[in-house]
């Protein structure tokens, strides 16, 4: 017997068998709504680790908020082509949702040097005029969540959802504390944990959703 033979299952059984298996390693107490519920599901699978489950934070009407921009076919604003590649193209299409990121454009390069910054600064400030109504998917650098954040103090933006996830450690769980402090609808991995496949996987799960809207 091969190992695929002895291991591997179909699509469908590994996505079934899957969520079972995080349902199973859910830790108890939590108070989540079942779309709520869903989405956290999709965040643990992605991670491969229940632990992160009382680290993962909705505002109010998150998850409603996002369904209602993905419904209108509002775009999805992400800060890494990693995130942006971590999205179901299928999901995408079978929603009308495009997807935008320019951490690789030139302008962007040209940008962060002239404004003395980082590309992942620079990609948020750029992106700017299609984030009002967006969902914006921020799963890398802590530095891009700051701008955004900026740019929403400032009343530059006005974003549907945002979900902040970067990963790491300067700055990283402090982006995530200034996130739950503003006026606006989020979902957010608190602390240094999250990712470009935690901030995929919570688009994806929205869009999953979208379909028994």
Known sequence: M?????????PDEIDRESLKMVQADLPSGLTLSPKEHYVLCRIVRAEGDAGIAPSVKFSPGAVDAGLGALKASAPVVTDVRMVEMGISKAL????????NCMIDAPEVAERAQRESTTRSVAAVRELAPKTTGAVCAIGNAPTALLALLDLIDAGEVNPALVIGMPVGFVACAESKDE???RNVPYITVLGRRGGSSAAAATVNALLDLLKVE
Do not use: H
């Not at 995408?92 to 997807?99: D, E, I, K, M, P």
């Open 92 to 99: 995408l299409r079978g929603a009308s949702v495009t997807t």
């Open 2 to 10: 091969t190992l695929v033979e002895k291991y591997a299952l179909l």
């Open 179 to 181: 996130l739950v402090k």
